[in-house]
């Protein structure tokens, strides 16, 4: 069930409202496919690109992921609090924009941030009580009252809000770029031997390629065997007899007549 992403942030008071015909492993589903994303996404980035700053007072790839690793935490706190029916313990105010962000952590300390993140998850909801509170809420300063399946569903859609803000930082002027093989210079590549047709003329390529279009003739073994015996040989003497043997009698039986 993907998420609608566009439609919910555009009409966020729906976040809550889809949550509550979710059971819980689909919210649980949820919420690990938007870890395995970012996760994914790590894996193609190095150190430096996941510390760049595009700008001042602009978060880095690193803070983004470490303060939604912190959010996390604390969302999952709130959850467990709400399906118990503790929701006045619960103080909204603590939810402050950008907590946690660190620019110091490791592309490894992002990767273990996030498995940490799918423990939690999964061990708050094996520890749900048999009759959990789905009717208390605490709210959110955009998204309104979100009970514990709206907040499990908001972390969802939290996630992916932060994963295309570090797209935007990969498209940000001034991103490094990865270096790979396809940008080192023309010396440092080395010939192939198996790529012979590199070392053929041009007309002998073309050769090549057009023998390689045509499809094979497939013919009886004898017949094949027969035109490769006979292809580019003289007539023999006996042929050569037989013929004019031939011609002599179509030549006799016209005089007869």
Known sequence: ??????????????????????DWDELLFEYERALDDMQAWLRGLNEEQIHFRPADRVYSIAEIVTHNSF?????????SLLVQGRGAEIDPQTLISGAGARNTASRLDLEALNEAGRTLARNTIDAL???????????HPDFGALTAKGWLYFMCLHRSMHRYQCESVIDAPG????????TQPREAYQSSE???????????KQEVAQAK????????????????????????AKASTAKKRATGKKKTAARSK
């Open 1 to 22: 069930m993907p998420l609608p992403l566009n439609e919910l942030i555009d009409h966020l008071e729906l976040v809550n409202q889809r949550a509550q015909a979710l």
């Open 71 to 79: 959010s996390d935490e604390m969302f999952w706190a709130w959850l």
């Open 129 to 139: 009580p048999p009759m959990p509170d789905l009717a208390a809420t605490a709210s």
């Open 175 to 182: 991103f490094p770029r990865s270096t790979s093989v396809q």
């Open 194 to 204: 198996r790529k012979t047709w590199l070392g053929q003329e041009p007309g002998r």
């Open 213 to 236: 279009k045509q499809p094979a003739k497939h013919s009886p073994t004898g017949a094949l065997r027969g035109k490769q015996a006979t292809k580019g040989k003289p007539h023999s």
